[in-house]
C-alpha cells in the first residue's frame, strides 16, 4: 500500500476519533465513530487482513452502530446535548490522553522491532504454499493471492474449535440476557394503570 | 515507509482518545462508544503484530483469531450494556452518569 493512503486513514481514524469525543450530539458522536471505524477497517486492508476488515465494518460499523443510533432515537437523547461538562472532567481527560500517549511514544522509541516495513517483511506465498496441507488453500497460495477468509477458517476451525463454541454459548446467553433485561416486571405492569 | 511503529502510535493514540472520552465525557451511550473506540485500537495492535510476525511466509492467524473474539465478545457485551442503558433509562429518564448514584453509600 502506497504510504500516503496509511497517512490518509490514520488521519480519517484519529481526525473522527476526536469528533466522537467532543461533538455535543450523541447522534452525531455515533455517526463520527462509523467513519473512525470505517478507517480503522482500511487499515487492517493495509495490512491484509481482510477477512477482518470486513467483519470490522461489517459488524462495527454496521451491527453495533446501528445499535446505538436505534437506542439513541430510542431514547430521545437528542434533549440532554445542552448540559456542559466541567472543565475539571475535561482537564482530567485531556491529561490522562496525554500521559498515555507520551508513554506509548517512550515505549515506541525502544522497541527494536518496530522499524519493520511491509516492504521488508513480505509475505512469502510460495514458502506457505509448500507448507499447507489443504489444496484449496495450497492452490490459492500458488496463484499468488492470499485466500485470508480460508485460513482464518482453518485456524479457527482447527485450532479454537473449542472455543468458537464458547464464544457462540456467550452469544445465546448475551440474547436471553438481554430479553430479560428488557422486559418490563410483570408487578410493575400490572400496578400501572 | 510505513513501519510498525506507525500502526502501533495511531492504535496507542485512538486509545488515548477513547480514554479521554471515556473520563471527560458525561452522557453514558457516549462513553459506551469511546470503550468500543478502545478495544478497536487494541484490534489494531493486533492486527498490526499478526502482520509483521510472519509465520511460514503468512501472518501469524493466531493474531486474528483473538481479534475475531474480540469482535464477537464486544457485540455481544454492546447488546447487553445498551439493554441495561435502556432499564436505567426507564427508572431515572436520563443517560447522564450523575444521575447513577444508587451505589453511593
Not at chain 1, 430510542?74 to 482530567?92: P, V
Amino acid at each position: 500500500m502506497p504510504g500516503f493512503l496509511f497517512y490518509i486513514f490514520a488521519a480519517i481514524t484519529l481526525f473522527f476519533g476526536v469528533a466522537v469525543v467532543v461533538l455535543r450530539n450523541p447522534v452525531a458522536s455515533a455517526m463520527a465513530l462509523v467513519m473512525s471505524f470505517t478507517g480503522v477497517a482500511a487499515l487492517f486492508i493495509s495490512l491484509d487482513a481482510y477477512f477482518i476488515g470486513t467483519l470490522q465494518i461489517l459488524v462495527y460499523a454496521g451491527a453495533v452502530m446501528v445499535l446505538f443510533l436505534f437506542i439513541l432515537m430510542l431514547l430521545d437523547i437528542k434533549a440532554e446535548a445542552g448540559k456542559h461538562t466541567s472543565f475539571g472532567t475535561a482537564l482530567a481527560g485531556i491529561f490522562l490522553a496525554v500521559v498515555f500517549a507520551l508513554q506509548v511514544v517512550t515505549v515506541l522509541a525502544k522497541f527494536s522491532d518496530g522499524d519493520k516495513t511491509l516492504e521488508s517483511t513480505p509475505l512469502q506465498l510460495n514458502v506457505a504454499a509448500a507448507k499447507s496441507d489443504l489444496p484449496t488453500i495450497t492452490n490459492d497460495l500458488k496463484a499468488g493471492t492470499l485466500p485470508d477468509a480460508k485460513l482464518m477458517g482453518e485456524v479457527l476451525f482447527n485450532q479454537y474449535p473449542f472455543h468458537l463454541q464458547i464464544v457462540a454459548l456467550l452469544l445465546l446467553a448475551g440474547t436471553v440476557g438481554v430479553v430479560v433485561l428488557s422486559k418490563r416486571d410483570r408487578s410493575e405492569k400490572e400496578e400501572a394503570p | 515507509m510505513i513501519t510498525l511503529n506507525h500502526y502501533l502510535f495511531v492504535a496507542g493514540l485512538l486509545f488515548a482518545i477513547g480514554l479521554a472520552g471515556v473520563v471527560a465525557r458525561r452522557n453514558i451511550l457516549v462513553i459506551y462508544m469511546c470503550l468500543e473506540m478502545m478495544l478497536t485500537a487494541a484490534n489494531l495492535t493486533l492486527v498490526a503484530f499478526s502482520r509483521f510476525h510472519l509465520h511460514d511466509g503468512l501472518p501469524d492467524y493466531s493474531a486474528q483469531a483473538l481479534v475475531f473474539f474480540t469482535i464477537t465478545v464486544a457485540a455481544a457485551e454492546v447488546a447487553v450494556g445498551l439493554a441495561i442503558i435502556v432499564a436505567l433509562f426507564r427508572t431515572k429518564q436520563s443517560v447522564d452518569v450523575e444521575s447513577v448514584t444508587k451505589l453511593q453509600g
